[in-house]
């Protein structure tokens, strides 16, 4: 039992970065902009948290260096797609790639080093109860604060007229603007929303999860954080729960090995990308559903 706890443990703190980066996607196509550039956006922001949180010590600062690394990035996309009209697709998967290269290129001196342990919070009282204690109630606060966040952003989008002009934005962006809204100003408020939370992920990843700098550490994060946005029907409460069943996924490996269960690492290692393409074939096998649930205008360019 106290191993099945902890799996359940490392599978929330796994999911947490995919959850961010998800969250701040959902926020993006909910305004009707695709961003293929998430995978770049976390890489250059693990960079800049790990060299924060490397020379100061604070792991708030690396978050909030992160955050901004992201923001900075998403901006550099809204200037391409929102007032230069460049193809989203395209401007994404060049900024993913920069992000990668970039990152590379600037992460070759911090090769080697190691950052020390920051210390979790766990609950009082309720961290000490066998068996959910261990697996619910011992985490960093980043875990605890991206659930709120998924639980804020359901209430923003449902409840909030900010959150119903957002959508409307996403849905017919030519009829946002009849109406007198800044239809691109709106949408480059989404893009910095959601390329701070890529950041924090990207952060979480090199300051918290691992803690250290590995070139292409995201290993594919950013775009199984983009397919979950379509697996959870661009529902945050969805998002945060397929956040974490990938999270599952990727610490099953380790499970296996510590249960002496003999399954060659090579293929468990490929478990999360492997449920990433059987969820996106079964969607695809509905594409009604996902048109219903997609916004109507996204990745479609619009320039008043």
Do not use: D
């Not at 804020?152 to 946002?176: I, Y």
């Amino acid at each position: 039992m106290h191993e099945f706890a902890l799996l359940i443990a490392s599978a929330l703190s796994a999911g947490t970065p995919l959850a961010l980066a998800a969250l701040g996607l959902l926020i993006n196509e909910k305004s009707g902009v695709v961003n293929l550039g998430a995978e770049g956006m976390m890489l250059m922001a693990a960079i800049a948290g790990f060299s924060v949180a490397y020379a100061s010590g604070n792991q708030w600062l690396a978050f909030a260096a992160g955050a901004a690394t992201g923001a900075a990035l998403a901006a550099l996309l809204a200037l391409l797609v929102l007032w230069l009209g460049a193809n989203q697709y395209a401007s994404g998967l060049a900024l993913s790639l920069f992000g990668g290269g970039l990152s590379a290129f600037v992460g070759i001196g911090q090769s080697g080093h190691q950052l020390p342990a920051f210390s979790h919070a766990p609950i009082p009282w309720l961290s000490k109860l066998p068996f959910v204690g261990a697996a619910l109630f011992s985490h960093h606060p980043m875990v605890y604060l991206t659930m709120l966040l998924a639980l804020a952003l359901h209430l923003f989008l449902q409840r909030t007229r900010a959150g119903l002009v957002l959508r409307a934005v996403g849905e017919s962006p030519e009829s946002a603007h009849a109406l007198g809204y800044p239809v691109r100003r709106i949408r480059l408020y989404a893009l910095l929303a959601g390329g701070a939370l890529c950041g924090v992920a990207g952060a979480w990843l090199s300051v918290i999860y691992t803690p250290m700098w590995v070139q292409g550490m995201t290993a594919g994060r950013g775009w199984i954080a983009l397919a979950l946005t379509t697996f959870a029907t661009w529902r945050p409460g969805r998002v945060l729960l397929g956040a974490y069943l990938f999270g599952g996924v990727t610490m099953l490996q380790f499970y296996f090995q510590a249960s002496g269960v003999q399954v060659p690492s090579q293929l468990l290692a490929m478990l999360p990308y492997l449920a990433t393409i059987v969820v996106l074939a079964l969607l695809s096998r509905n594409p009604l559903w996902i048109r219903v649930n997609m916004p109507a205008s996204l990745g479609r360019r619009f320039m008043p």
